[in-house]
């Protein structure tokens, strides 16, 4: 598959809103409560939050396009560095989502290849991202890609509190 990935602009806010809450509701759903994912949901992914995240200039959007259909996006967020990685120069990769539709498809795999050379481009020593412990899918796709493990960290979703792995590979 050849798709084209394209940097977000902010005229895109609305539909990364729309692709955000879709995309997590696909991935989290089954394996939450309704109440938790409607608050997670109500919190994180409205218009008025991605409005102000695909603006702000320490966050860089992806979005990966089969013809006119949009099969998955990434979330670049320079701005931040886990304490435990030490005084480095890193690149996170805040969310990397493919439409579920498209899973299976490489649409992850040329969305991480377009995360890595930015990173390159902006002299990065490191990638890095959490990841919830539960996700294996995730986490086999990022150990393929030389991602390991290096630390953990909560993460609230509705009102479950839950666990993320830190993991971390080089640029």
């Known amino acids: 598959m050849t798709l084209v990935i394209r940097e977000a602009t902010v005229d895109d806010a609305v539909l990364i809103a729309n692709i955000s809450h879709q995309t997590f509701h696909d991935t989290f759903a089954a394996y939450n409560t309704k109440e938790d994912m409607d608050k997670f949901l109500g919190q994180q992914f409205t218009k008025g939050k991605l409005i102000l995240e695909v603006g702000a200039k320490q966050n860089i959007f992806l979005l990966a396009y089969d013809?006119?259909?949009?099969?998955?996006?990434?979330?670049?967020?320079?701005?931040?560095?886990?304490?435990?990685?030490?005084?480095?120069?890193?690149?996170?990769?805040?969310?990397?989502?493919?439409?579920?539709?498209?899973?299976?498809?490489?649409?992850?795999?040329?969305?991480?290849?377009?995360?890595?050379?930015?990173?390159?481009?902006?002299?990065?020593?490191?990638?890095?991202?959490?990841?919830?412990?539960?996700?294996?899918?995730?986490?086999?796709?990022?150990?393929?890609?030389g991602f390991e493990k290096f630390d953990e960290t909560d993460f609230l979703l509705g009102d479950d509190m839950q666990r993320d792995w830190l993991m971390k590979r080089k640029v």
């Open 67 to 145: 013809g006119k259909a949009v099969a998955g996006y990434a979330k670049i967020r320079d701005d931040r560095v886990p304490v435990t990685m030490g005084n480095v120069s890193a690149l996170e990769i805040a969310r990397l989502y493919a439409m579920t539709s498209q899973i299976g498809k490489g649409v992850g795999s040329q969305l991480m290849q377009s995360c890595l050379k930015i990173a390159e481009q902006k002299q990065k020593e490191w990638l890095w991202l959490g990841v919830w412990e539960k996700n294996q899918r995730a986490i086999d796709f990022y150990t393929k890609w």
